[in-house]
């Protein structure tokens, strides 16, 4: 069975500065999608970022990218030039073919002004 | 374009009694998710529906919830009767179709169970 780990319960940065969020996996299948979510103290989730295994290129938006490294099972998140509204849950999910979705137990990300 | 929508956003109960909750999805999506996130934890997938189909509930712990989804758009989930255990936060979700396209969430049901 497929696990998401991420293993930063929480994490600070200083405003304007830039962070990384760390996700690992475990699979077995070639072919799957990874995503960033993220969860405001107000509780509603949003996609931040979306990646497909078969794609190399590294997928990015705007101040948020991934470092991809399908080898190693690792995802992770860098946001640059952090701001306030940065601040919330972040959770890393995998998607599996059979149409299966996995959330990881998040790390809660501070910005220090 | 209207989000998913949710009620109630709070919800105290005793134990042993029964709770519902309404989810409401985007108009057009074909997939709408319940999820259960008990506190500091990601949230935990009950059951995913396809259309008015059940395409996943092997982490609905179905002696006690029970989850329809009327003709394909609202759905329902039910909790008889509520354990302790059950305090948490009820997340629906939905999208177009399938859970590798984007997920849109609801404001979730806090639900305490004393």
């Known amino acids: 069975a497929q696990t998401v780990t991420q293993s930063q319960p929480e994490m600070s940065v200083q405003e304007a500065e830039t962070v990384t969020l760390s996700c690992t996996y475990d699979?077995?299948?070639?072919?799957?999608?990874l995503f960033w979510y993220k969860q405001p103290p107000s509780r509603q989730m949003i996609l931040v970022i979306r990646?497909?295994?078969?794609?190399?290129q590294n997928a990015t938006e705007n101040r948020f990218s991934v470092n991809f490294q399908k080898a190693a099972k690792s995802f992770s998140l860098k946001i640059s030039d952090s701001q306030l509204g940065d601040a919330a849950m972040y959770f890393c999910?995998?998607?599996?073919?059979?149409?299966?979705?996995?959330f990881g137990k998040g790390t809660r990300l501070h910005i220090l002004p | 374009e209207a989000g998913v929508a949710q009620s109630p956003r709070y919800k105290i109960i005793e134990k042993r009694q029964s709770v519902a909750f309404w989810c409401n999805p985007i108009?057009?999506?074909?997939?709408l998710y319940w999820y259960q996130q008990i506190l500091g934890q990601g949230p935990k997938l009950l059951i995913q529906?396809?259309?008015?189909?059940?395409?996943?509930d092997s982490q609905l712990p179905k002696d006690r919830f029970s989850a329809e989804r009327l003709k394909g758009v609202d759905s329902t989930l039910k909790i008889q009767p509520a354990k302790l255990e059950d305090s948490a936060v009820y997340l629906c979700?939905?999208?177009?179709?399938?859970?590798?396209?984007?997920?849109?969430f609801g404001p979730g049901t806090r639900l305490t169970v004393l």
């Open positions: 990646q497909e295994a078969y794609k190399q």
């Open positions: 979700a939905s999208s177009l179709r399938g859970s590798y396209n984007e997920q849109f």
């Open positions: 699979t077995s299948e070639s072919d799957y999608y």
């Open positions: 529906f396809q259309n008015n189909g059940v395409v996943d």
């Open positions: 999910a995998y998607w599996s073919r059979d149409d299966k979705i996995i």
């Open positions: 108009s057009g999506h074909a997939t």
